[in-house]
């Protein structure tokens, strides 16, 4: 009964979804270029912030310090001819630089250039500006990076890896100027260096990148739940922009006040709150706005967030695969059936990246989706970070569609009396991770104490879902219940997806599962009793204490949630 009438309600909610609202939301936030910290994207901070309001919401809005990145300017002659070019956020900044430039095929580099061999010389090369190849070249002593976008524009890109802002440790940013071409100059640069003696051919460039520390930003309100008011859903996305950035992120930014409008209607139908979040930062300061967020309000995080949902560049004309929207293990059938209750389109699921304003994992919230829907070729779209990213390539239909997407996962959070995250998925990937690095490790870590733990694990963990599915529970039982599911996440989330402390933030990225023991993959390729061998075995001998004893910790708390309830 209690299914039935919360499926009726979700109906009415996504019934009130407003096709011609949206657009006229996202035209208004998309009519100016919103680049962090700037007037313009403080009138669209504004522009939210009054419509917030007039749904009956209390907002408020704050400011706090962000290390923030703004290209400004790029120069570029190659053999004495002018090209266009861009420079990127956080890319080294210069006056003029002269030197000789070479085509790089990053594929081959490492057979070119062994360890100890210096470029010495600025390199053209293939692809988007990234950290991990700025970091790879810089190492071997390039003076410039020129990216070749494959394209007719270039993609503007934060090129450190630094996540939020800054400590007096991290050196995650380049100490070279990085530019970005598009595809025809890049390769017209590639045979004026062809047609050159040596292979190389003399460059000149100058790029001007404003960084240092600006005031940002961050807009919260919340629709009180009215059960567990104290618990709330994050619904989180950036507000600052590339460019007019009407896909990145305006449309998703239109989703989010559309749906706040909604829920506000249907409040009294929400178990848990629903704190929507606005930042800044996310473009040219890598996350600055969450991370920040993440920092001045970890323990409330901690103590009440029950899932992280994130959004971004949605409602693209053409954007029809769903399938591969990120998700977590224990998010998965949250992110499904908010897709099947709005189309047909089969969900398949793609892990999480080290990106997308996910700074919320060490709190231990547990994540679902970033983006949503798709290009047929994938990602977002060939206009996705450039001039281009304009309100012609919104489609209102598919705009609408998305909206009843993330309207029907943040209502299903919010309501459903039993917390939507099913821990088992989260223990089973957990499991299969760990015996993965067993495996590799072989007898040069012990890692039988864990593989045990986890299988005890895992067999708590399916009682205490056998309980719950058995029937319904009185409501001092259901608050039982989701109270050890949300302790839970704040065990299995950083286990499975924090490196480092809990309390800080791993650099963006790549990202594997279980990052604490990732060293494992290079103890097995390491030479045994090498200095290399003996430096990892150490680390890995470390980790594995500290993930075996979160794992006992996460093993007590539902183990004590079993007593309670055989008690009662």
């Known amino acids: 009964m209690a299914e039935l009438q919360q499926q009726t309600e979700l109906n009415l909610v996504l019934h009130e979804i407003n096709r011609d609202l949206l657009l006229e939301y996202n035209k208004e936030i998309a009519k100016e270029i919103r680049l962090s910290g700037s007037e313009e994207e403080l009138r669209a901070f504004r522009y939210i912030q009054e419509q917030l309001e007039s749904f009956g919401l209390t907002t408020e809005l704050t400011f706090n310090e962000a290390y923030i990145s703004i290209p400004?300017?790029?120069?570029?002659?190659?053999?004495?001819?002018?090209?266009?070019?861009?420079?990127?956020?956080?890319?080294?900044?210069?006056?003029?630089?002269?030197?000789?430039?070479?085509?790089?095929?990053?594929?081959?580099?490492?057979?070119?250039?062994?360890?100890?061999?210096?470029?010495?010389?600025?390199?053209?090369?293939?692809?988007?500006?990234?950290?991990?190849?700025?970091?790879?070249?810089?190492?071997q002593g390039v003076k410039a990076i020129i990216f070749i976008n494959s394209?007719?524009?270039?993609?503007?890109?934060i090129v450190s890896s630094v996540w939020g802002n800054p400590t007096r440790e991290d050196d995650g940013y380049p100490a070279i100027p990085v530019l970005s071409v598009n595809k025809a100059d890049g390769e017209q640069i590639k045979s004026l260096i062809s047609v050159c003696d040596g292979d190389s051919v003399e460059v000149t460039l100058h790029a001007e990148?404003?960084?240092?520390?600006?005031?940002?930003?961050?807009?919260?309100?919340?629709?009180?739940?009215?059960?567990?008011?104290?618990?709330?859903?994050?619904?989180?996305?950036?507000?600052?922009?590339?460019?007019?950035?009407?896909?990145?992120?305006?449309?998703?930014?239109?989703?989010m006040v559309e749906v706040a409008r909604v829920l506000s209607l249907h409040r009294h139908s929400l178990r848990r709150s629903v704190r929507f979040a606005f930042w800044s930062g996310h473009s040219h300061g890598r996350y600055a706005g969450s991370a920040l967020y993440s920092d001045l309000h970890?323990?409330?995080l901690q103590e009440n967030g029950v899932l992280h949902i994130n959004?971004?560049?949605?409602?693209?004309?053409?954007?029809?695969?769903?399938?591969?929207?990120?998700?977590?293990?224990?998010?998965?059938?949250?992110?499904?059936?908010?897709?099947?209750?709005?189309?047909?389109?089969?969900?398949?699921?793609?892990?999480?990246g080290r990106s997308g304003d996910q700074s919320f994992w060490g709190a231990g919230l547990p994540s679902a989706f970033m983006g949503l829907s798709y290009q047929p070729q994938g990602w977002f779209g060939w206009w996705w970070h450039t001039t281009e990213d304009t309100l012609d390539k919104i489609d209102r239909d598919v705009l609408a569609r998305d909206c009843k997407v993330y309207a029907a996962a943040v209502y299903h959070a919010a309501s459903s009396p039993i917390i939507p995250i099913d821990q088992r998925s989260a223990v089973q990937t957990l499991s299969d991770?760990?015996?993965?690095?067993?495996?590799?490790?072989?007898?040069?870590?012990d890692f039988s104490h864990i593989t045990s733990r986890v299988q005890h694990l895992q067999a708590v963990t399916d009682r205490f879902y056998e309980r719950v599915e058995r029937g319904s529970l009185p409501n001092t039982s259901v608050r039982e219940v989701n109270r050890t599911i949300l302790a839970l996440s704040r065990w299995l989330v950083p286990i499975n997806y924090v490196q480092g402390s809990r309390y800080d933030h791993d650099l963006a990225g790549s990202h594997v599962l279980v990052p604490a023991l990732a060293e494992a993959e290079q103890l097995a390729a390491a030479t045994e009793g090498s200095e290399a061998f003996y430096r990892l075995r150490t680390s890995l001998v470390r980790q594995v204490n500290r993930i075996g004893y979160e794992i006992k910790q996460a093993i007590l708390l539902v183990a004590e949630s079993e007593r309670h309830a055989h008690s009662n």
Not at 151 to 157: D, K, N, R, S
Not at 236 to 255: I, K, L, Q, R, T
Not at 325 to 330: F, S
């Open 151 to 157: 394209g007719a524009y270039t993609h503007e890109m």
């Open 209 to 255: 990148v404003r960084t240092g520390w600006v005031k940002i930003p961050t807009l919260i309100a919340e629709i009180r739940g009215m059960v567990e008011p104290e618990s709330f859903i994050l619904f989180s996305g950036h507000v600052d922009s590339w460019h007019y950035g009407a896909m990145d992120n305006g449309s998703a930014n239109a989703v």
């Open 311 to 352: 959004i971004d560049s949605v409602g693209a004309k053409g954007a029809s695969d769903l399938a591969a929207a990120n998700t977590m293990a224990e998010t998965k059938g949250l992110c499904e059936q908010a897709i099947r209750t709005v189309t047909y389109e089969p969900f398949r699921g793609s892990p999480f």
């Open 298 to 300: 970890w323990e409330d």
């Open 433 to 445: 991770r760990i015996g993965y690095y067993a495996e590799l490790a072989g007898e040069h870590i």
């Open 72 to 139: 400004l300017r790029a120069e570029l002659w190659v053999g004495g001819s002018s090209f266009k070019a861009i420079t990127h956020s956080m890319s080294a900044q210069v006056e003029q630089l002269n030197t000789e430039l070479r085509f790089l095929d990053l594929e081959q580099v490492d057979e070119n250039f062994k360890e100890g061999q210096r470029i010495n010389s600025a390199v053209i090369v293939h692809g988007l500006a990234n950290w991990t190849t700025i970091h790879r070249l810089q190492q």
